[in-house]
């Protein structure tokens, strides 16, 4: 099993950027993403649950962020609107071979996802 993010860099504030995430070697349930600023513990940011679509973010990021389906197979966007400073971050998807459900609680406990891809670099500065 394989998570690929890509499409991170630099942004100025209230700038976009948009992260994707392709899982291979498993249908997932859930793609969910987490970032970890320097110094800080790894938070959550939003799931996507594959079969339904349906979506949850954290409130610091809710209206400014989404989650989309791309048309590949098991492969999900980010969208980073109204970006800040306090954004930057690398981020992570992750996800679970049994049916974790996109739910406030798995973005408070990041170790309910066992497979995690390499993380990319969001950085939000003037």
């Known amino acids: 099993v394989q998570l690929q993010a890509s499409g991170g860099g630099s942004a100025q504030p209230g700038g976009s950027l948009r992260l994707s995430c392709a899982v291979s070697g498993l249908d997932p349930y859930v793609i969910g993403w987490f970032r970890q600023a320097p110094g800080k513990q790894v938070e959550g940011v939003g799931c996507f649950s594959i079969s339904d679509s349906k979506t949850h973010y954290v409130d610091s990021v809710k209206g400014r962020f989404a989650l989309s389906r791309a048309e590949a197979k098991n492969t999900v966007y980010l969208q980073m609107n109204d970006l800040k400073p306090e954004d930057t971050a690398v981020y992570f998807c992750?996800?679970?071979?049994?049916?974790?459900?996109?739910?406030?609680?798995?973005?408070?406990?990041?170790?309910?996802?066992?497979?995690w891809g390499k993380g990319t670099q969001v950085t939000v500065s003037s």
């Open positions: 992750a996800t679970d071979p049994s049916p974790v459900p996109c739910a406030p609680i798995l973005m408070t406990n990041p170790r309910g996802m066992d497979i």
